[in-house]
């Protein structure tokens, strides 16, 4: 395999994919020093570790908008590489990307003791993990299937900000906790947050396997926008 | 110049392209059906006469359901880019401030109707669950208060940003604002939220009625009175406009400069 078709595709993927991420963590560093200057310097450890809990959107976001964002789709339809595998490549590179720095952040917050909820440094990468591969399988799939960005893309925003926001209630519904991107390792109850994280890598294989047979069906894309 | 007739005719093709598309309706109905098991979950803790029970609910609503709104939003300018009909609508008689300004209200309002009856939808179920059929006279008026002026306040950000960021790009950036401005408390993080910004009207439910929806802003009783809460609208409303305005008038620039 050509090692110039990946370089064109993460070319092609564009400056906003690969910035998304690296944006979010200068954010979050800013709101950290902001909260240092205003005296908040017992939450510097939280609003870092939150990087954690952002990154997954952000991959979500980016394949919700990926996936369905060729402009010369005609064309990628007569080539003899399928629609699927090009869009497939470019996820892989999008979620690849974020997992890269996911990975960074939660080594060197584990590292340096900063990382708010530490467990140890394999199950570390399930806080970002789990939730980054559920909300892109979620996105790709709901953009493919209504054939429009803003429909994944809204429904992974929503969800994301309905648990940050709600998320103390949600906890409350034993039914809903499996699904919770933001449930917090208990060692009390250790085997229910494994639990939540592999439902989660369930969930994320419906979502992206949907997603990889709605590619291999373009031609509904081409009926126009949903 | 914009002529009322130019403008009317954007506006009721803008309406009706966005209310007929399926997703406005599919992603807007998902965190309704979601909210609504919640609610259909237990009575809330606190039980208030009929207005600031619907600020309460419709300020507590409102932490997510315009999130969709905003994003729904964003697609409509890079459309034109991407379905190659700009030079074909620049040729046309009508001014460019015509095409915004209407493309502006017709979406928003088109979006904001599948909105406004999840709003009221949730409002129902809790008026049934109460029971307390006052909520459903509440609701008009706080809807009108609390949510249309940052509903407007972020149509203009989403229809004007997406003309130089990619919406994958915006669509971060907007969810990322939409929770920093007003889930973050001030004690958590420095914030816009409880300030007269804050989109989801949680300043202006603290002033006109009394109740705020998320953990406390830190104001004394009765410290934010009517007015800081007109405010609060008049700034949300006149930001909207302002931008609106600003791009109204780069768009006319770059056109001049083609």
Redesign the interface.
């Given at each position: 395999m050509s090692w110039s078709l990946w370089r064109y595709e993460l070319r092609r993927l564009?400056r906003?994919?690969l910035?998304?991420p690296l944006?979010?963590l200068a954010?979050l560093g800013l709101?950290a020093a902001?909260?240092m200057r205003?005296g908040?310097g017992q939450?510097i450890d939280?609003?870092l570790s939150e990087a954690l809990d952002?990154l997954p959107?952000?991959g979500g976001?980016?394949a919700?908008?990926?996936v369905v964002?060729d402009?010369a789709l005609e064309l990628q339809l007569s080539l003899p590489t399928t629609f699927r595998l090009t869009m497939l490549r470019r996820l892989a590179l999008a979620l690849g990307w974020t997992s890269l720095i996911g990975l960074t952040c939660a080594v060197t917050l584990a590292a340096s003791g900063r990382l708010a909820w530490p467990i140890s440094p394999l199950e570390d990468q399930l806080i970002w993990l789990a939730p980054l591969l559920w909300l892109a399988g979620l996105g790709a799939a709901l953009s493919l299937a209504?054939?429009?960005?803003?429909?994944g893309?809204?429904?992974v925003?929503?969800v994301?900000?309905?648990e940050?926001?709600?998320g103390a209630?949600?906890a409350q519904?034993p039914a809903l906790r499996p699904v919770l991107l933001f449930l917090r390792y208990d060692p009390a109850i250790a085997t229910d947050w494994l639990a939540n994280r592999l439902t989660l890598l369930a969930l994320a294989a419906v979502g992206l396997g949907s997603a990889a047979w709605l590619l291999g069906r373009p031609e509904r894309l081409l009926r126009g926008?949903? | 110049m914009a002529t009322l007739g130019d403008l009317s005719g954007v506006f009721g093709y803008e309406f009706r392209m966005q209310i007929r598309r399926p997703a406005v309706w599919i992603v807007t109905a998902v965190p309704v059906l979601m909210m609504l098991a919640l609610f259909l979950q237990g009575r809330p803790n606190e039980i208030l006469p009929p207005l600031p029970m619907a600020a309460l609910l419709i300020s507590s609503i409102s932490y997510v359901l315009p999130i969709p709104f905003g994003i729904l939003l964003a697609d409509r300018l890079p459309r034109e880019r991407q379905l190659r009909t700009v030079e074909l609508l620049d040729s046309l008689p009508s001014s460019l401030a015509a095409r915004l300004w209407g493309k502006y209200l017709g979406t928003s309002l088109a979006t904001a109707i599948p909105l406004g009856l999840g709003y009221l939808v949730l409002t129902g179920a809790m008026a049934v669950t109460l029971p307390e059929p006052g909520l459903l006279l509440a609701f008009l008026p706080v809807f009108l208060v609390l949510v249309v002026p940052g509903l407007l306040f972020v149509a203009a950000f989403s229809l004007v940003c997406t003309e130089v960021l990619p919406v994958p790009l915006y669509a971060i950036l907007f969810t990322g604002y939409w929770i920093w401005g007003n889930v973050v408390s001030p004690e958590r993080l420095p914030t816009i939220s409880c300030t007269p910004l804050t989109p989801i009207g949680r300043y202006v439910s603290i002033a006109f009625f009394g109740v705020d929806s998320g953990q406390a802003c830190g104001f004394a009783p009765n410290q934010l009175t009517w007015l800081a809460g007109l405010g609060s609208m008049a700034l949300l409303i006149g930001g909207a406009g302002l931008v609106l305005l600003a791009a109204q008038r780069w768009l006319e620039w770059r056109a001049k400069r083609a």
């Open positions: 564009g906003g994919v910035l998304g944006l979010a954010a709101l902001l909260a205003a908040l939450q939280r609003i952002v959107v952000i976001l980016a919700a908008g990926i964002d402009p209504l054939g429009a960005t803003a429909a893309s809204s429904l925003g929503m994301w900000v309905l940050l926001a709600m209630g949600l519904v926008e949903g | -």
